[in-house]
């Protein structure tokens, strides 16, 4: 047990993990009650389930996005540490059930060798940021959404102003005006948007679904990519301020909307961005300019035997990207289940015959 401590890159992954061993070990001890452990664990992604003793364990993809070689990571952590089942959900995470307590820390220092986080998949924190699956080769985008999806989740990240809030927060990326990242059932939803030559965002706010569904509101129809920052974390830390924290069912963002109504939050929001430290916040895109790598691996020549199953998959499946001459192709995953034999599949295809890069979809694709 000693050895993995040691081979974490990142000091601060590396002291979390072993906080969270020895929270356990004191949880175990009898030293710290249930609830207090319970926000600890949820906020690093270590969900109870209902069988006795072992854990479900969500992993945080931002935006769905995932690389043959983390993917190949999380195959590896499944089979060690589960039952080599994998789940996609609708917010682009991978969850892995029936794993034992005491194996977790472990278990997240594995999964940081290929830089894949447990930090804040579960509790009352801002949730995993979801995008559009398509973000970067969507035909109709007016530019890439993911740097700036990523760009926030990295904001957020282990954020003081995030941690223990009344209830959970949902952030989406849609890529267009389609919004097929469902900007209109979160807490916050961004539509990119060009106006005289600027990228912004048209910026949703208050949605959610539930007992009580409800639409989320316009905030803006335009806000430029360097506020977005400073904008959510006005509204970030106004929700932690002023929601509810007794009453579980009404602890959602939109419920404070209501009962607050729409001006007044958002003259408080425009109150306590005056107290953020800057009042713009530039996102590094650089990260995401690399040209498309070639296959590691020439195409082989295949002969297509049934042409009209062949042709219904490539109508149904088959997706033309921005970028001339490249296609996406997306999968489907029934219930968002599959294993990790089929992973580790899929992983090789896309390191070598693709960009080295998959999205997990919203609909569990």
Wanted: aromatic share 10%; charged share 30%.
């Amino acid at each position: 047990m000693e050895s993995f401590r040691t081979e974490i890159e990142n000091p601060v992954v590396q002291k979390e993990i072993i906080e969270l061993e020895k929270k356990i070990h004191l949880f175990r001890g009898g030293k710290i009650d249930d609830e207090r452990f319970r926000s600890l664990r949820l906020a690093r992604g270590i969900y109870g389930q209902r069988q006795e003793g072992v854990q479900m364990i969500r992993i945080k993809l931002p935006y769905g996005k995932v690389t043959s070689e983390q993917l190949v990571r999380i195959t590896q952590v499944s089979d060690e540490y589960s039952t080599g089942r994998l789940h996609i959900t609708t917010r682009q995470d991978i969850q892995i059930h029936y794993v034992s307590l005491d194996r977790t820390p472990e278990l997240w220092a594995d999964l940081a060798k290929d830089d894949i986080t447990l930090r804040e998949a579960c509790g009352n924190t801002v949730r995993n940021i979801t995008g559009s699956e398509l973000a970067g080769v969507d035909v109709n985008e007016p530019f890439d959404v993911s740097p700036y999806a990523h760009g926030l989740f990295q904001y957020l990240l282990r954020n003081p102003i995030c941690q223990e809030m009344g209830r959970k927060f949902k952030i989406s990326f849609s890529s267009s005006d389609e919004d097929t990242a469902l900007s209109y059932l979160h807490d916050l939803g961004f539509i990119p948007k060009i106006k005289d030559g600027q990228k912004g965002f048209k910026i949703m706010f208050g949605g959610g679904l539930g007992s009580q569904p409800a639409h989320a509101e316009l905030l803006s129809e335009f806000v430029p990519v360097n506020e977005i920052i400073p904008t959510a974390e006005g509204i970030i830390r106004i929700f932690d301020r002023y929601g509810e924290r007794a009453k579980r069912m009404k602890a959602r963002m939109k419920f404070l909307i209501k009962e607050m109504g729409r001006d007044v939050f958002l003259d408080l929001v425009e109150q306590e961005k005056k107290a953020i430290a800057f009042k713009t916040y530039e996102i590094d895109t650089t990260a995401f300019d690399s040209p498309i790598p070639e296959p590691l691996l020439e195409v082989p020549q295949v002969t297509i035997e049934d042409t009209k199953a062949y042709e219904a998959w490539k109508n149904s499946n088959v997706i033309k990207q921005k970028q001339d001459g490249y296609y996406a192709i997306g999968i489907k995953v029934l219930l968002g289940d599959f294993y990790t034999d089929k992973a580790r599949l899929l992983a090789n295809l896309i390191k070598n015959y693709g960009a080295n890069e998959l999205r997990f979809s919203l609909r569990q694709n």
